[in-house]
């Protein structure tokens, strides 16, 4: 089980945060957050009963959205896309993936879905504010990056910030980006004057269904609207003083929370998470 291969992640992890140029004194959080990470994906630690509704929950998940589904089906302990563990190889730089047989051995499965972890730690727990943020948050986002793509924190930032200028509602504030936020900013854009290419959205390694071997990264992020929002927000919420954040935990996650329990069963630093469990 994961949770006994404590020498195997740590070395792992040490791996990850040289290839990431995650600060070295990060290792153990990233460890942390891979066990808690993989006790969910591997349904560990869980009564019979908690682990066939928590199945039937990311089935209805994949049924619903099509994350998972061919051609991008997930393998291994930290359920990892055969098309991302690729691209993260390739992106790196390395030729270290042989397909998706590496994926279900413990070490292949913990080395190329902790990849999708540590890139998401290095966006939102080092960069873009992270630094400072508590470590129940990081592991937030980093969960949600992990489980909805690697974009899901910062468009549910973006999400929230729509909402508080009028723009949809609680149900529209959730990580995806689909074809409900791609409305919105539609409507954003269309009544602020403000351009936005639904197509260039829509090929975005964000969207909800996009292809990972075709998509392009960072169109949202770059694009006029995100700025506009952004900057709508600041002069509206706070009278220009203060930058929305960039990035959120998408509320109302039951895979976050999940992670978060998780956290309060695995961490060294006593009420590091907000759940006690003993």
């Not at 040490?14 to 290792?27: A, L, N, Q, W």
């Not at 994350?67 to 390739?90: F, H, K, M, W």
């Not at 959205?201 to 292809?211: E, G, I, P």
Request: aromatic content about 8%.
């Amino acid at each position: 089980a994961i949770q006994d291969s404590s020498r195997l992640l740590g070395e792992i992890s040490k791996e990850r945060v040289r290839e990431y140029g995650i600060p070295s004194d990060d290792v153990d959080d990233l460890t942390e957050a891979t066990i808690a990470l993989g006790m969910i994906e591997s349904y560990w630690g869980e009564t019979q009963s908690t682990k066939s509704q928590m199945k039937l929950a990311a089935e209805s998940l994949i049924a619903e959205t099509g994350i998972g589904t061919s051609p991008t089906r997930s393998y291994g302990v930290l359920q990892t896309q055969d098309q991302l563990a690729e691209r993260n190889a390739q992106e790196l730089g390395v030729d270290d993936y042989t397909g998706p047989e590496e994926l279900v051995t413990l070490e292949g499965g913990v080395k190329h879905g902790q990849r999708n972890i540590a890139q998401a730690w290095d966006r939102y727990a080092v960069e873009n504010g992270g630094r400072d943020l508590p470590y129940e948050e990081k592991l937030g986002m980093v969960a949600a990056a992990h489980h909805m793509g690697e974009d899901a924190p910062m468009v549910a930032a973006v999400q929230s910030q729509l909402l508080d200028l009028g723009y949809g509602d609680e149900t529209t504030v959730d990580g995806f980006y689909g074809e409900d936020t791609i409305a919105l900013l539609e409507q954003y854009s269309q009544e602020r004057g403000v351009s936005f290419d639904a197509a260039a959205a829509r090929n975005d390694c964000a969207y909800l269904h996009a292809d990972l071997s075709s998509c392009t990264s960072g169109s949202l992020e770059n694009s006029p609207v995100y700025t506009s929002v952004r900057q709508d927000w600041k002069e509206t919420k706070s009278e220009g003083k203060v930058d929305p954040p960039y990035a959120i935990v998408p509320p109302n996650n039951g895979y976050v929370q999940t992670a978060i329990r998780y956290c309060g069963k695995i961490t060294a630093v006593q009420g590091r998470c907000a759940y006690s469990v003993s």
